[in-house]
């Protein structure tokens, strides 16, 4: 089995920050890809951002030059960073990671719980 376990979320005024973290927790071989997305109320889940383990980043237009991606692979967890916080950017959060369990496995997809921010006006 494979957990995600995400922490950090709260509620900021807007222009505050947030940090979140993921850390991933079972049987894992190698994780290769891991990323953040959220839900807004009422829309699809969409993404934030993602980070691949040689520490390659991509950001969604709308977090670009606020937020901040990265990873500790010897810990298997994953940090988002959010600075200048807009009540737009309300939403759940999700961790998710592409991990290999085994050598000869292939990889899965596996998602965190969320973890609600709430940005206030």
């Known amino acids: 089995q494979v957990q995600l376990v995400e922490s950090g979320g709260g509620l900021v005024q807007a222009g505050g920050s947030l940090r979140l973290s993921c850390a991933a927790s079972g049987n894992i071989f190698s994780i290769n890809i891991m990323g953040w997305y959220r839900q807004a109320p009422g829309k699809q889940r969409e993404l934030v951002a993602t980070?691949?383990?040689?520490?390659?980043?991509n950001y969604a237009d709308a977090v670009k030059g606020r937020f901040t991606i990265s990873r500790d692979n010897a810990k298997n967890t994953v940090y988002l960073q959010m600075n200048s916080l807009k009540p737009e950017d309300t939403a759940v959060y999700y961790c998710n990671a592409n991990v290999r369990r085994y050598t000869w496995s292939s990889e899965y997809v596996h998602w965190g719980q969320g973890t609600q921010v709430t940005v206030s006006s």
């Open positions: 980070v691949t383990s040689g520490t390659s980043t």
